[in-house]
């Protein structure tokens, strides 16, 4: 199992070279994919607002990679908030709302979540969770140094 971010699903349906040859095997290796809902609904925005992609085309794609969409309760809701919280700074480490669910749900579930943003990972790190780093689109890979 495994928590994608709202980047690495946008870097795979962009086909983004780098980061889309590390997520297509997540994707495609059988296990289960978990996105929360609200990363989705970023992802969707950007595909149809940015790219141009269809509703229906995106929708139909979406649903063919199998993907488990979370929803955002209360509980989640508050661990994301917690998180934000306690770990956002403007300019030292700037998650997102959205990035904190996805690491609250990685992290309710003890499984990986695949970002490529730099502030998440170190998050995830720092709550002792796992994660796996993708490229960014200049590729470049976060590391904990």
Request: proline share 3%.
């Amino acid at each position: 199992m495994i928590v994608l971010d709202a980047y690495a699903l946008e870097a795979y349906l962009n086909d983004e070279v780098v980061a889309a040859d590390v997520v297509e095997p997540l994707i495609l290796s059988g296990q289960q994919v978990l996105i929360t809902g609200i990363n989705l609904a970023e992802v969707i925005d950007r595909m149809i607002r940015v790219n141009g992609a269809s509703r229906d085309e995106l929708e139909s794609d979406l649903i063919g990679l199998g993907l488990t969409v979370s929803g955002v309760d209360a509980t989640m809701a508050f661990d994301a908030a917690v998180l934000r919280a306690t770990h956002y700074h403007r300019t030292r480490r700037s998650v997102s709302l959205a990035d904190c669910c996805a690491a609250a749900l990685s992290l309710d579930r003890e499984v990986p979540l695949a970002t490529s943003d730099p502030a998440l990972l170190s998050l995830v790190h720092d709550e002792g969770g796992r994660y796996v780093a993708l490229p960014n689109s200049a590729g470049d890979v976060w590391s904990r140094g």
